[in-house]
C-alpha cells in the first residue's frame, strides 16, 4: 500500500474526468485518508462526485480567492488529523478573454484573476498547510502543470500563469524543503478532456499531440497523470522536490511527429 495511512487534502476534484478524482481513488485504494475541497456551486457538484469515490470522503470549503478560507480550512484539518501529509494542488482559471488569441487584448483584472488562481493560490494554500506538513515530518505538496517551456496555441495567459506556477514551484521547494523537509514537486500533464480543456475554443490545436508521443497518448485518460501524483505524494521520491515532472507520453522531448496517424 503506497500510500498506507496517509492523510491527504486534494482540490480540484469536479467531474469523474478529473485528474484530482483520479488522484483521490488511486490514493484511497492505497490506503490514503482523503479530504477533498469545493467552492461555490461547484461545492455541491464536488460532493456529489466524492460520492463515486471508494470511500466517499468530505469536501470542505475553499474559495482562493478569499484568504479567510485558507485559515479555516488549516482549523478544519488541524482539528481533523492535527497533521497532514500531502497536499494536491488542481487548481487552475483563466477568464474567456486571457484565452484562444486574446494574449494582446486581455485587460489586466482578468490577467490577475488568472495568475491569482492558477499560480498564487500554490504558494497560497502551501502557507496554509505548511505547519500541518511539518507536524507529519514535511509531507509533499504535488501540483498539476502544463509544459510552460514553449508558448502553445490558445493557451495565453494561461500559459504564463502556469510559467509562474513553475517558477513558485522552486521558490516553495527551496524554503518549505529548508524549513521543514516539505518536497513541492509539479506533474506536467498531456493534454486531457478535462472541464479546464473544454474552457479553451482551441484545444483541437493538441490533437496530434499522441503522433509526437512514443508511448502514445489518451486523451480521455487521466490515469496515468493520478498515478504519477501519487508516486510523488508517497515516501518512494524522498530526494525529490523542486522538480517538474512530464506524463505526456513523451512529447515533450520530441522535435516532431514520429508517427503518420
Known sequence: MLLEGKRLLVTGVLTEASIAFGVARHAQEQGAEVVLTGFGRGLRITERVAGRLPDPPDVLELDVSVPEHFERLSGELDARWGALDGVVHAIGFAPPSTLDGGFLDAPWEDVATALQISTYSLPALARA?????????????????????????????MGVAKAGLESACRYLARDLGAQQQTRVNLVAAGPLK????KSIQGFDAFAGWHRRAPLGWDFSDPEPVARVVCCLLSDWMPAVTGEIIHCDGGTHAMGGDIRTE
Open 129 to 157: 498547510t505548511a505547519p500541518l506538513l511539518a507536524k507529519a515530518g514535511g509531507g509533499s505538496i504535488v501540483g498539476l502543470d502544463f509544459d510552460a517551456q514553449v508558448a502553445w496555441p490558445a493557451y495565453d495567459w
Open 194 to 197: 478535462t472541464v479546464a480543456a
